[in-house]
């Protein structure tokens, strides 16, 4: 259908499971194991209410934000996702332009398809983008890249720390990776022992390693001066560890539910972290100097104005951009990101705030999680 049909962001989903390859809707649909922990990033965002307020002065709206002190149109970045090739031939390039054209930023995977200097290359004067990083076991490969990154003008170090070894995604380890295209790595960080028998997440992940500890985070500290962040983060303990740590965030996330099935949404994971820390340190959020990010089964505005309320800066995006460029390229990104504004602009109107500082808590009925 032409792009002037799809209306949301799930419309996607459904054109490019009926447009792909089965082999990249494998990879880019799957979850771990029953896929439960997929289905809860939806459904935790069912579960929280709105209170909107009413005749306040909605003519002029403003949602853009600051992210790591990189403006953003909105409170929404493009997260990493692995191997954009499997879906488009132009792989993450399709993300870097529609990136530009909406001034948001995209967060570049260890794995992209594309060279990460080819990714840097095509952004345009002024436009931002992060890095998400898995750790080499050989820290002299890591140690090259982040530094690299950081000479390329990266603003902020993704370090992932949900994944010591790639969850179980049966939907891609029933696909055979070694008939799909031999160049859908870039050489970022590709391993040499491939095992290329069991899907595509198993055969480019031997490389990450399972002995990252806290101890590590000095280190990264003393090779790059760029913002840390922890992507991955389920419990209030880890966050509060981060924080102590000096790190400048956390990404309260599951990893799409393809790590382990059964951990909680992020959202759910939000109201924990925002009740401790606040207990424990004293924090109050949403915080300039340590950023608590949310990802994982967003798909409307709404979505996103409830993790800004419950006390997030911003929120990623993952799945609808894969499934927007797999089936229309750059045009279906810029489509998907377009819908967010017209959404975030409906949304805050009817919501009754007119800029995300007044997006706050008491918008919000969230009896129905749990208050630890
Ligand atoms: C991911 N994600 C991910 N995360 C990461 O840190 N490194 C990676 O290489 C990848 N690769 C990847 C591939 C695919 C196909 C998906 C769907 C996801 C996880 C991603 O950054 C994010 O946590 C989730 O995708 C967010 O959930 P939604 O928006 O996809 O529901």
Redesign the pocket.
Not at 79 to 82: E, P, R, V
Not at 316 to 319: D, K, L, P, S
């Given at each position: 259908p032409p792009l002037s049909e799809i209306l949301n962001l799930h419309d996607f989903e459904a054109i490019a499971r009926s447009v792909m390859p089965e082999k990249a809707w494998a990879?880019?649909s799957s979850a771990a194991d029953d896929e439960i922990t997929l289905r809860e990033?939806h459904a935790a965002y069912h579960r929280v209410w709105f209170r909107p307020r009413i005749l306040r002065d909605v003519t002029h709206l403003d949602w853009s934000t600051t992210i790591l002190g990189q403006k953003s149109s909105m409170p929404v970045y493009i997260?990493?996702?692995?191997l954009g090739k499997l879906g488009h031939p132009d792989g993450e390039l399709n993300l870097t332009r529609a990136a530009a054209k909406h001034g948001v930023i995209q967060m570049i995977?260890?794995?992209a398809s594309c060279s990460f200097d080819q990714l840097v290359d095509a952004a345009q004067p002024g436009q931002q983008q992060f890095l998400?990083l898995?750790v080499n076991k050989d820290r002299e490969i890591t140690k090259k890249f982040v530094q690299h990154a950081e000479k390329r003008g990266i603003k902020g170090l993704f370090i992932?720390v949900d994944a010591p070894q790639l969850g179980r995604r049966e939907k891609d380890m029933r696909m055979k990776f070694e008939e799909a295209d031999p160049d859908q790595v870039s050489s970022n960080d590709k391993s040499k022992e491939v095992d290329r028998s069991q899907g595509a997440a198993r055969a480019i992940s031997s490389f990450i390693d399972p002995g990252l500890c806290w101890d590590d985070l000095a280190w990264f500290k003393s090779i790059t001066k760029m913002p840390l962040i922890l992507?991955g983060v389920q419990c209030w303990e880890d966050a509060l560890e981060a924080y102590d740590q000096g790190m400048a965030g956390v990404v309260l996330?599951n990893?799409?539910g393809?790590q382990l099935d059964f951990a909680r949404s992020g959202l759910e994971v939000l109201v924990e972290v925002v009740h401790k820390l606040g207990e424990k340190r004293g924090l109050t959020f949403p915080n300039e100097k340590f950023q608590l990010f949310v990802?994982?089964?967003?798909r409307r505005a709404t979505d996103v104005l409830k993790a800004i309320a419950l006390g997030a800066t911003a929120v990623?995006?993952?799945?609808p951009f894969?499934y927007a460029f797999s089936s229309y390229g750059v045009e279906g990104v810029d489509h998907a990101l377009g819908i967010l504004r017209d959404e975030f602009e409906m949304s805050m109107r009817l919501l009754g705030a007119r800029n995300l500082k007044e997006v706050v808590r008491d918008m919000l009925d969230a009896s129905s999680i749990h208050q630890h």
């Open positions: 990879y880019y990033n997260t990493a996702t692995a995977p260890t794995l998400q898995y992932t992507k996330s990893h799409g393809r990802d994982g089964g967003v990623g995006i993952g799945r894969l």
